[in-house]
């Protein structure tokens, strides 16, 4: 994600790393560079234009004071301008009714069915509700599939009527539906076209009228660049949306809209998307994402979304079964299965500071579990639970089960045991420290 804005950003901000103060002509030339770096990552011109001017004011308005190097400086501007070019704070969404209505609107393709569902299972995960979902599109029964299949997943009620062609009348009839069965959020999935049409418009207009939603979310392809900034118009004048959502951020989008599209429609990203899975779905928060953007990581949201999948009594048990020295593959699977709930491996690793960039180098895809998982579940019980009987028959039978060389298992038994060698470690490295600290 942005690779390549970061890249381009940290180069010009380098610039001024040796200078000892910011005059106008060392500034001139960062900022032509900075400037450039936006367009290249297709941010709308006028925006970038504004936006450089906003920072040359700001750094020459400063005095570099102390340690404060003109570079430093440089980035803190930067960082906080971008900050607030999308909005400065996180905006929640207004579920303050008991029953909350929240409209979903779209082109076809932009990830609204996906979105629809990924919201329903945070809400009801994270915020204790009990959404229903309500598929909308009567022109396209497939759709009406796809979202019954995402409602199984993750175990919410879908709402549809396949013969009725009002979708007015259907989500009228989904919301009263929802207040008799004590539902506290409605999500309604409406018809999208391939590009902005009259009908299109009017039909979501007139169901807005007709239901008048807590929350009407516009959904958009972060690929499609400064399009989904003019989308994001022609939507916001007919429906006046409360909030965006910017999905396929995981995929190779340069971040034109990610940077345009609060300015120019005013009104808030709610919430982005970066994969296919229902748990990649996060709140959008502007000071992390300009983090991002200058290659300094996102360490507060790894955290949280640690904490999130941190389960206690997997912990403790976890932690007794080291100490004793019986961490097994079963243990190991439990704890690749809480690695993978976190979301998709690419995106926790370019969490890390300085990490960003790099992930595109590294080999990691979301299936870098999965070798090893396969070779697990090719052991019996008992050889999970005791790795220490896997002479070279029962080796070569596990290979030939899940498919994979020799090789290959011998090098996750290999990789299990430093594993465990280290956890070992660990664990008497923190009773030392717990005994010195008594004394
Ligand atoms: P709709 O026509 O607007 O309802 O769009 P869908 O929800 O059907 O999504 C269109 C395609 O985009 C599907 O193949 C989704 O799996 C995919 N998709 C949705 N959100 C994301 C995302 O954040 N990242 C990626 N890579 N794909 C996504």
Known sequence: MFENLTDKLERSLKLLKGEGKITEINVAETLKDIRKSLLDADVNYKIAKSFTNTVKEKALGQNVLGSIKPGELMV???????????????SELNLSNKLSIILISGLQGSGKTTFCSKLAKMLKDKKNKNPLLVADDIYRPAAIDQLKILGKQIDVTVYSELNNKSSIQIAQSAIKQAKQDKNDVVIIDTAGRLAVDQRMMEEIASIKKAINPDEILFVV???????????A????????????????????TRGGAALSIRAVVNKPIKFVSRGEKMESIDIFHPKRMADRILGMGDIVSLVEKAQEQYNEGLARRLKKRIAKNQFDFDDFLIQIQQIKKMGNLRD??????GMGKMVKEIDVDDNAFKKIEEIIYSMTPTERANPSILNSSRKSRIAKGSGKKISEVNQLLKQFEQIRKMMKTMTIQKSLNKTFRRK
């Open 348 to 353: 926790l690793i370019s969490m890390l500071p």
């Open 221 to 231: 392809d972060s690929m499609t660049g400064q399009d989904a900034v003019n989308t």
């Open 76 to 90: 803190k501007i930067v960082h906080d301008e971008l900050s607030n070019l999308m909005g400065s704070n996180a």
């Open 233 to 252: 118009k022609e939507f916001n004048n007919r429906l006046d949306f409360s909030g965006i959502v910017l999905t396929k951020l995981d995929g190779d």
